[in-house]
């Protein structure tokens, strides 16, 4: 059975109009045209939809059964137009994203602040977590896309550079190394290796970008802790110094801290826009990405 939504349309004016003529202009057609519609329909359901008189039209007992299904079925097409038509002008539409922590909480917001005033009406999902859990919410189809800091060309994946961050050591004012002249190149790791080291846990980029870099200098680890906010309580409690990515600044602005760059060979952490090769995104989520891709911070690459 195959039944066009003019036919449907069609039925419902002459149901309305009880009257050929008028129905046909309704639905702008003429009245030779507009008469074959409904013959078409009936012939396809093999059904009676109209008795019909030269004065009068009136829907048969199957003609008002399929009267209520075919008012549900135009306004089941309505609203399917409305809602598509919502989202290609993006007043509707979700987007859900997933990035590094530090990049959620320091330099997203006011990217979002900004995509949700011009589209109020998308609704965002963010999940602040770390690159393997990114990646796998990609590749699971339950992020659109992520920022994370591993490479993730696969045969599902494909990422591309977004930006680069530099690291800075983190110490109290107080501290010796506040104002000590840090010698250049691997003499400098020698001098941070003196001192006790507030570690972020080893699943980290972080840790995993600081590991790399010292190798194969150790580190004086005093503690290892999950979040950034708890490197910061216990550096400045005294309890030791840290290094920390630029993008990751905002967590230490504290009065009683100093925070000072660092220029070692091979300490720059690389972030990439991670998405899946073989899923086109949807308009909302295009409309984010390209605001992300315009507003990257600015240490980008």
Do not use: K
Request: aromatic share 6%.
């Amino acid at each position: 059975m195959n039944i066009s939504s003019r036919q449907i349309d069609a039925f419902l004016a002459l149901a309305a109009q009880r009257n050929f003529t008028r129905a046909a202009a309704q639905c702008h057609l003429s009245q030779p045209a507009f008469s074959a519609l409904i013959r078409a329909l009936e012939d396809a359901l093999g059904l009676r939809l109209f008795d019909r008189s030269t004065r009068h039209v009136a829907l048969t007992a199957e003609g008002e059964n399929f009267h209520a299904s075919a008012l549900r079925i135009r306004a089941e097409v309505d609203a399917a137009l409305a809602s598509m038509r919502d989202a290609a002008q993006l007043r509707r539409g979700r987007v859900a994203i997933a990035l590094l922590p530090s990049l959620a909480a320091g330099w997203l917001p006011g990217v979002l602040a900004d995509f949700h005033a011009r589209h109020p009406g998308v609704e965002l999902d963010i999940a602040d977590v770390l690159s393997e859990p990114c990646m796998e919410r990609v590749a699971s189809g339950r992020a659109d896309f992520a920022l994370a800091a591993i490479r993730a060309d696969t045969p599902e994946l494909q990422a591309e550079p977004f930006c680069q961050d530099g690291f800075h050591l983190v110490c109290r004012a107080d501290h010796p190394l506040a104002t000590r002249t840090l010698p250049a190149g691997p003499a400098q790791l020698r001098v941070l290796a003196e001192w006790p080291f507030i570690h972020l846990a080893r699943h980290s980029s972080v840790r995993q970008y600081l590991e790399a870099a010292f190798h194969p200098q150790a580190m004086n680890t005093l503690m290892e802790v999950e979040q950034l906010a708890t490197v910061m309580g216990m550096v400045r409690a005294g309890l030791g110094i840290s290094v920390v990515p630029s993008l990751t600044l905002f967590h230490f602005q504290q009065p009683d801290l100093l925070t000072r760059p660092l220029a070692l060979p091979g300490l720059r952490r690389q972030i990439y826009l991670v998405r899946r090769r073989d899923r086109s995104l949807s308009v909302a989520a295009q409309a984010l990405y390209q605001l992300m891709l315009l507003q990257r911070p600015q240490d980008a690459a």
